[in-house]
């Protein structure tokens, strides 16, 4: 997207985080190598956004990793973030780095820094695991050669569910934050990205996955450009996949297919069977 | 936009109304609340997500003080004018998070949450730092205690479904209803022993309910094909009557869960 680098960051002014599970032993071989490269930034920017940014980096022993900032935006909201709610970033890095340790499938996190004074908090940034040759499952989608069929839909499915399962709640789920990772000899598998908008809960949160399937639905047809009648039968599956009576995929169902065409209704002016 | 963006953008929006809802004002979990703790007058109490403030003003008479936390400004300045209008002068209104309390261990005795914690989107991560906050007390005596009011889900997943789902198309702040089972579960990993002393049926009236949050027309239409299509089983769950009057019955459950006494 462009060469901007990362802001540098000065050593005195960072609190930093390990990711769940991995050992404070583990993470003080990592954290020297993240302190580089937030000191001397490099790579190349690939997202920006209002308060996101993330870079891509390459270090000589980790590997390729997404470095992501996430900016407090404002001195209102620096303070705020010091005193009365837990930063977006950190929250974001604590979900997904949880998800991670019950077992998600999702790109390795490394570690995260907060950089703040007396009184304020700068940003957040959080280092995870580069994917070489990941593709978005909206990018699939749009690939003539691999239009969707009732495999692929079983395997979003599927993994929606499992996800589900372990408490995830995604929150602001896309075609665009599931991405389907090659893998030698088999089908890629599909993992999930993004945690800004997430919770871990204690266990399957049926009206969350309603919420995430609709989400998911909604961009197939807008980013994959899935058709309508298709993205009725990834609702259905998704239902069966999770759900084990007629009531609940019944109710299931109905759900995601509200939630799904107010969605839609907004944003196109049709519902899914429009 | 962030979750403390979306919930202080629906809650500016809609603040009055909470304060004139008869059933935040006067509902029958209030006085539940107030019978569920044997207060002596000398406590310090929180009210975790104070809204229009009517469980701030409602114990502020008993104790010595109440702090009343919000996310919202808007529904701050209600609870204020709330407690002004009642002649209160021992409630002091913050503005903060759940999930980070913005206060040092042991710094109440009894902390209250009324119909609120459906929005909290770490509620484990809302009663560890209740239980951080609370000082233990002794038996018999309030301390330690906390007082949580929430809308509570089926254990049956096709109703968890279908009350989270129009939950959420009313209020896009909406996160989650808990079932009994899930909410004590969280309070134990927390270290409270906790109890639901009742789940009350409250009848809604699907005019009044929409028109509190300002459902757009949209979600409204959506809500109103759920409550058509909806099975006998889930009908029978929640009251659901559709047609000219229509409304339906919302679980709301209390629970009481207490620290270790001290010593």
């Given at each position: 997207m462009s060469d901007q680098l990362l802001r540098p960051a000065r050593l005195e002014r960072l609190v930093w985080h390990a990711p769940a599970g991995l050992t404070e032993q583990a993470f003080s071989e990592i954290q020297p190598r993240l302190e580089k490269l937030v000191t001397e930034p490099r790579g190349e920017c690939v997202y920006q956004a209002k308060r996101r940014a993330i870079h891509r980096v390459q270090d000589e022993i980790l590997g390729p990793l997404a470095v992501k900032e996430i900016r407090s935006d404002g001195c209102l909201r620096s303070v705020w973030f010091r005193f009365a709610a837990e930063h977006p970033g950190l929250r974001e890095f604590r979900v997904g780095s949880e998800f991670q340790a019950r077992g998600g499938a999702t790109p390795a996190f490394l570690g995260a820094m907060l950089e703040g004074g007396f009184g304020h908090v700068d940003r957040v940034v959080i280092f995870m695991h580069w994917i070489e040759g990941a593709v978005e499952l909206a990018q699939h989608l749009r690939d003539p050669r691999t239009r969707p069929d009732r495999a692929l839909f079983e395997r979003v499915a599927t993994r929606l569910a499992e996800d589900a399962r372990l408490g995830?709640?995604?929150?602001?789920?896309?075609?665009?934050?599931?991405l389907l990772v090659p893998r030698d000899g088999g089908e890629p598998e599909i993992q999930v990205i993004d945690f800004a908008y997430s919770s871990l809960g204690v266990g399957f949160d049926p009206g969350g996955f309603a919420r995430d399937v609709a989400r998911v639905a909604v961009g197939m047809v807008?980013?994959?450009?899935?058709?309508r009648r298709k993205v009725c039968e990834f609702i259905e599956v998704a239902a069966r996949v999770a759900h084990s009576t007629e009531a609940e995929v019944e109710a299931c169902r109905g759900a995601i297919e509200a939630l799904a065409n107010r969605r839609l209704i907004q944003a196109t002016g049709r519902d899914l069977e429009g | 936009m962030d979750r403390f963006e979306s919930i202080q953008r629906q809650f500016s929006a809609a603040a009055t109304r909470y304060t004139t809802s008869r059933y935040h004002a006067d509902g029958p979990d209030l006085d539940a609340m107030l019978g569920a703790v044997d207060l002596r007058g000398d406590e310090r109490v929180l009210d975790i997500?104070?809204?229009?403030g009517h469980t701030a003003v409602a114990f502020a008479p008993r104790v010595a003080e109440v702090v009343a936390l919000d996310l919202t400004p808007a529904m701050l300045d209600e609870a204020r004018a709330l407690a002004s209008s009642r002649g209160v002068d021992n409630v002091r209104f913050e503005l903060g998070d759940a999930m980070a309390l913005p206060y040092p261990d042991d710094a109440f005795d009894v902390v209250t949450c009324r119909v609120?914690?459906?929005?909290?989107?770490?509620p484990a991560a809302a009663v560890r730092e209740v239980a951080r906050v609370l000082r233990p007390g002794q038996?018999?005596?309030?301390?330690?205690t906390l007082l949580l009011v929430d809308s509570v889900s089926p254990e049956d997943p096709a109703q968890d479904t279908f009350l989270n789902c129009i939950e959420v198309l009313r209020d896009p702040s909406h996160v989650r209803n808990h079932s009994v089972s899930q909410w004590q579960q969280m309070l134990a990993a927390a270290g409270l022993a906790s109890e639901c002393l009742n789940v009350w049926r409250v009848p809604l009236g699907f005019h009044d309910w929409v028109e509190r949050m300002r459902t757009p027309v949209l979600e409204r239409q959506q809500l109103r094909s759920l409550f058509e299509k909806a099975t006998d089983g889930i009908r029978a769950a929640f009251d659901l009557e559709t047609g000219t009057e229509s409304g339906f019955s919302i679980p709301i459950g209390l629970f009481r869960a207490r620290l270790p006494a001290d010593g």
């Open positions: 995830l709640v995604h929150g602001r789920h896309s075609s665009n934050n599931l807008r980013q994959g450009g899935v058709e | 997500g104070t809204g229009a609120c914690a459906h929005h909290f989107e770490d038996p018999r005596t309030a301390g330690g």
